[in-house]
Nanobody
Framework: VQLVESGGGLVQPGGSLRLSCAAS????????MGWHRQAPEKQRELVAV???????NYADSVKGRFTISRDNAKNTVYLQMNSLKSEDTAVYYC?????????WGQGTQVTVSS
């Protein structure tokens, strides 16, 4: 499984970004797709996940600001990020889980700064 992330970049506080992650290869249908992030000198943390059936889970720090969605036909997961804060600055990693195995993207940098 290969994951290609896009949509990161530099944005001012209060701005928005939309991340995308497209999966290809030996796709059998993901049970879970999600986003994690890692800021400098911090551990990787869960941002949001969406499982088969559409149930979602968010980190408390992003609830009400971020929205995760998936397009099963395109094997793609999205993360709409609004009202961005400086503390959202991190490398964001896509996760694709199927048949008990998690696959990870290469990461995309999100920087929130004025």
């Amino acid at each position: 499984v290969q994951l290609v992330e896009s949509g990161g970049g530099l944005v001012q506080p209060g701005g928005s970004l939309r991340l995308s992650c497209a999966a290809s290869g030996s796709i059998f249908g993901a049970y879970v797709m999600g986003w994690h992030r890692q800021a400098p000198e911090k551990q990787r943390e869960l941002v949001a996940v969406i499982i088969t059936g559409g149930r979602t889970n968010y980190a408390d720090s992003v609830k009400g600001r971020f929205t995760i969605s998936r397009d099963n036909a395109k094997n793609t997961v999205y993360l709409q990020m609004n009202s961005l804060k400086s503390e959202d600055t991190a490398v964001y990693y896509c996760e694709y889980g199927q048949r008990g195995t998690s696959y990870w993207g290469q990461g995309t940098q999100v920087t929130v700064s004025s």
